[in-house]
């Protein structure tokens, strides 16, 4: 009895030390992780409220609270060669160039932002989903004159950690490295990077689950008729469409014809240096 006491006395105490606001977002970078709530990023005093004329994900203008990427990484470490990477709640994961994101918010070019979704205001829904862009979305100031691509918009956020970049994180992505730098396919494993690994994983490599692996067991370029494999990459609907389809495509503005040609030269690539099955 006396013991059944001291118990819930113990449970009562821990409940009352714990801090009383949850851990929204994770930061992970250099090995050290800290947890941010959502009301302690809204009080940073470098969080401002931003426009933007052409929202990525929301597809119209739409007005934040934010903090500047680069003011949240203050205080962590990046290791030489290592980028930032957003995780959302879906397993999205998108690679954020640490040039881009941590030069200083005041410079004119491109600056990311997160955005804050506040509690007692939340965003509204994205078209077509049950979700808003929340609870944390990278969004950017100026996008054109860096060539920020919709995919380097990552919503739903819940963490930000360093990884180093794609190709050195998985070999079997890589392509020869004696190759030429004005090579397609090493201009196409770029775009691909970017545009492409945020949901398709290739040759077994990357993180990504919501699309299938682009080169294994079956590379696309070996099922696909080339014109139709270029077509389904610019409007994946155009060749055949459902409702619970995953891909949207990419407008000319995201990829040009010949862009969309480098990242087939990528793929022709990797279904001649296939990795074997595990
Ligand atoms: C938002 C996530 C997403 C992005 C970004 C994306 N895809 Fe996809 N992709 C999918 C999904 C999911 C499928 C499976 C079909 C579906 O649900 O639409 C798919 C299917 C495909 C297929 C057909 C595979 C098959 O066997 O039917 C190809 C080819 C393809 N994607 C290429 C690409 C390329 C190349 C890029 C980058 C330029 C890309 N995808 C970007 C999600 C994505």
Redesign the pocket.
């Known amino acids: 009895m006396k013991n059944a006491f001291l118990i819930s006395l113990i449970l009562v105490l821990l409940t009352l030390a714990r801090p009383c606001a949850a851990a929204d977002l994770t930061v992970s970078i250099g090995g050290t992780t800290k947890q941010f709530s959502t009301q302690e990023l809204l009080n940073n005093p470098a969080t401002v409220t931003i426009s933007i004329p052409k929202d990525a994900a929301y597809g119209h203008a739409m007005s934040y609270q934010a903090l500047p990427l680069a003011v949240l990484s203050r205080g962590f470490t990046l290791p030489q060669g290592y980028g930032l990477q957003a995780v959302a709640t879906d397993g999205?994961t998108a690679d954020l160039p640490a040039a881009l994101v941590l030069r200083d918010p005041s410079n004119k070019r491109a600056v990311a932002y997160l955005a804050i979704e506040p509690p007692d205001h939340p965003w509204p829904k994205l078209a077509g989903k049950q979700q808003t862009a929340g609870p944390f979305y990278v969004v950017w100031l100026r996008p054109a004159l860096d060539d920020i691509r919709p995919?380097q918009w990552p919503y739903g956020v819940v963490k930000i950690s360093s990884a180093p970049a794609p190709q050195k994180r998985w070999p079997a992505m890589a392509v020869d490295a004696l190759l030429p730098a004005d090579a397609p396919e090493l201009k196409g494993l770029a775009?691909?990077a970017t545009?492409?690994?945020?949901?398709?994983k290739i040759n077994g490599a990357g993180d990504?689950e919501?699309?299938?692996d682009?080169n294994l067991p079956?590379s696309?370029v070996e099922?696909?008729q080339p014109k139709a494999?270029h077509q389904?990459?610019r409007d994946?609907a155009s060749l055949r469409a459902?409702k619970?389809?995953?891909?949207?495509?990419?407008s000319a503005e995201a990829?040009s014809d010949d862009e969309?040609d480098l990242?087939?030269a990528y793929?022709k690539y990797m279904s001649q240096h296939k990795q074997p099955l595990k």
Do not use: D, R, S
Not at 195 to 200: I, L, R, S, Y
Not at 244 to 250: E, L
């Open positions: 999205f995919e775009l691909f545009n492409c690994m945020v949901c398709h990504a919501v699309g299938p682009l079956k696309a099922y696909f494999l389904y990459i994946p459902w619970a389809m995953g891909m949207k495509g990419f990829l969309i990242i087939i793929l």
